[in-house]
Each structure stands twice: as C-alpha cells, then as structure tokens.
C-alpha cells in the first residue's frame, strides 16, 4: 500500500465526513472515482486502513459504505 494513496483516501472519506457532519459514508466506487485509485489497489488499501481501525464499514441501501473512523 503507498502512503501517497492511503492518504488521499483519508483525506476523501474526511471531506465526506466534514460535508455530511459525519453522517454519510462513500461507496467504494464513489471512492475509486474520486481519488483515481483503481479497485484493485483501493480495496487492498481499505483492507489495511481496516485493520489499523482507521476506516468503518457499514452496510448501506446499495452496498458498503466506508466511513472515516
């Protein structure tokens, strides 16, 4: 996982965060698309951002929705 990506997650999920007051999560592709990670690489990231519990998941409407912790 490059630090480079793992940040512009966190900064994506955390302007989600501060536009919604912490309400609304992103979907995966939302996330994919707005940081131009492709999937592969973003899950794999998301993976590690799990376990060092700096993301949630939660289940939404149309699928997970990833949150910053």
């Given at each position: 996982?490059?630090?480079?990506?793992?940040?512009?997650?966190?900064?994506?999920?955390?302007?989600?965060?501060?536009?919604?007051?912490?309400?609304?999560?992103?979907?995966?592709?939302?996330?994919s698309h707005s940081?131009?990670?492709?999937?592969?690489?973003?899950?794999?990231?998301l993976n590690e951002?799990?376990?060092?519990?700096?993301?949630?998941?939660?289940?939404?409407?149309?699928?997970?929705?990833?949150?910053?912790?």
């Amino acid at each position: 996982m490059d630090i480079d990506s793992t940040k512009l997650i966190l900064q994506a999920l955390k302007a989600k965060s501060d536009t919604s007051g912490g309400h609304c999560g992103t979907y995966l592709v939302n996330l994919s698309h707005s940081t131009s990670i492709e999937l592969k690489e973003l899950k794999k990231a998301l993976n590690e951002l799990y376990k060092n519990k700096e993301i949630k998941i939660r289940e939404g409407i149309h699928g997970k929705l990833i949150f910053i912790a």
